[in-house]
């Protein structure tokens, strides 16, 4: 019943005879008093007294019958919301027990015991029930206007409890709609905190990368100069020495031909000074020295295209194997006792990108991957290739995996897993805002004890402009 005016009674009593005495009380004949309430209305003036309301009586003979009844009500939604029940009832259910499943079935049904005498007593009929504030007790033989009263005053408190537990319902769904609110705020305020923290890292290394930058550019300044003129001075070194070389040759030769104290006297000179092992190991002196400078010529021109020194933060197309192989240059300290380095390339278009920010993304990955290594030397493994409209980029490490619960929260802002001091929790989730930031998509797999694959996805062509 979806109204609150419910003035349903259902009657359990074994006695006809009762059940005739009830209906005389609560249903009385009204026609007749109605009439004559109006005919003195309209003779001395005086208002018609209000018709009462009426009741909705039902009848049951026995404890099972009215449970039937009851939830026969309940599946129509026309619940009663008074009962009352004979305490004696000899064939069948006893009142306790008839009470007992109308409880389990409808805990809020207002009920009224009736009895002339009973085999239990008040309080222990109270006790059993545990119901002090839904029972009400009506001797036999019972007075008529107490039977009104009481369906009068039960139906009251029926609809009131009713009404407050509708009024209690709308307060918990009002509290249930605020404490989501209040969730939805809490998460929206973290996710806040979070982006803040995360375009904090970004501009502690972006300051970190521009710092490098500036360090790269003085570098290369200070270090290209002298590169340079050593690098000129071993070539004029080398052409000298080969232009002495004959000369060399020839005071051996003149030295065996004067024969003597002077031939014996040119020959000890020559063996003090070791000159036969100088005149090979000069030679490769020079070719060492030479390969030397390339090298730190080599590792400057690394650390400027990693770090782009020389261009603007701007889109542009780059050579992304390039990239990588300037980055493992920088980063060949941190592999070199670690791991052996596997390259599995393919060719690879030029991209759209901001090279110097996608360095930093491999750079971050071989590092983890280096970092990840247990105490024997492993294997770090790089592939490429090339998939529709995008190239990708595996980092496939033999390291000590990564568990399932923190592979979830690996790109989440300032986690990591390294003792204090040795890691800021940046790394991954910077490289995840680069990849993202380029259209692109980083995943990863990883399994205890066997290795773990990153892969990071990126368009050729970039759609959008850079945020």
């Known amino acids: 019943m979806s109204e609150l005016s419910n003035r349903r009674i259902l009657l359990i009593d074994d006695m006809p005879s009762i059940h005739e005495d009830f209906r005389k009380i609560l249903m009385p004949a009204t026609p007749q008093s109605v009439e004559l309430d109006e005919m003195e209305a309209a003779l001395f003036g005086a208002q018609a007294r209000p018709e009462r309301p009426l009741f909705e009586l039902d009848s049951a003979y026995g404890g099972e019958e009215g449970l039937g009844k009851l939830i026969q009500a309940l599946q129509e939604q ?37 009895t002339a005498y009973s085999d239990y007593s008040w309080d222990e009929l109270l006790d059993r029930l545990q119901a002090h504030d839904r029972l009400l007790i009506l001797k036999k033989p019972f007075d008529n206007i107490e039977v009104q009263q009481m369906a009068n005053t039960l139906l009251t408190k029926w609809q009131m409890t009713e009404r407050a537990s509708l009024q209690m319902h709308h307060l918990e769904h009002l509290v249930d709609q605020r404490t989501a609110q209040f969730k939805q705020a809490s998460e929206d305020l973290q996710r806040e905190i979070d982006e803040r923290k995360q375009l904090e890292g970004q501009l502690v290394q972006s300051e970190k990368l521009a710092s490098l930058g500036q360090l790269a550019a003085g570098v290369a300044h200070e270090i290209n ?8 001075n071993l070539g004029t070194l080398d052409g000298y020495f080969n232009q002495l070389r004959p000369l060399f040759d020839a005071y051996h030769s003149i030295g065996q031909s004067l024969g003597g104290e002077s031939a014996v006297r040119l020959q000890q000179q020559r063996e003090a000074a070791e000159l036969d092992f100088l005149l090979e190991d000069i030679p490769l002196l020079i070719r060492e020295s030479k390969e030397g400078i390339g090298r730190v010529g080599q590792i400057v021109k690394d ?9 603007q933060q701007q889109w542009q197309w780059a050579n992304l194997q390039q990239g990588i192989e300037s980055t493992l240059n920088i980063v060949a300290s941190e592999l070199k006792y670690k ?62 995996g990564i568990p399932a619960d923190t592979l979830q929260k690996i790109f989440d802002p300032f986690f990591t897993t390294k003792p204090v001091g040795q890691g800021t929790g940046l790394g991954l989730s910077l490289s995840y805002g680069i990849v993202k930031k380029h259209g692109g998509d980083i995943q990863v797999r990883s399994e205890l004890g066997v290795g773990t694959t990153f892969r990071v996805e990126l368009p050729i062509r970039q759609n959008r402009l850079a945020v």
């Open 78 to 114: 026309r619940p009663y919301a008074l009962a009352f029940v004979d305490m004696r009832m000899p064939d069948g259910w006893d009142g306790a027990k008839t009470i007992e499943h109308l409880w389990q079935h409808d805990p809020q049904l207002q009920v009224v015991v009736c």
């Open 225 to 232: 100069n002298p590169i340079g003129f050593i690098s000129s």
């Open 303 to 311: 650390l400027k295209d990693f770090s782009r020194v020389d261009t």
């Open 339 to 400: 791991a052996d380095l596997v390259k599995d390339y393919q060719p690879l278009p030029d991209i759209e990108c901001l090279p110097s920010q996608i360095n930093q993304v491999i750079m971050n990955l071989v590092v983890n991957a280096a970092q990840a290594m247990g105490p024997e030397r492993g294997t770090i493994t790089l592939r490429t290739g090339v998939e529709g409209d995008n190239v990708w980029i595996e980092v496939v490490d033999t390291g000590s």
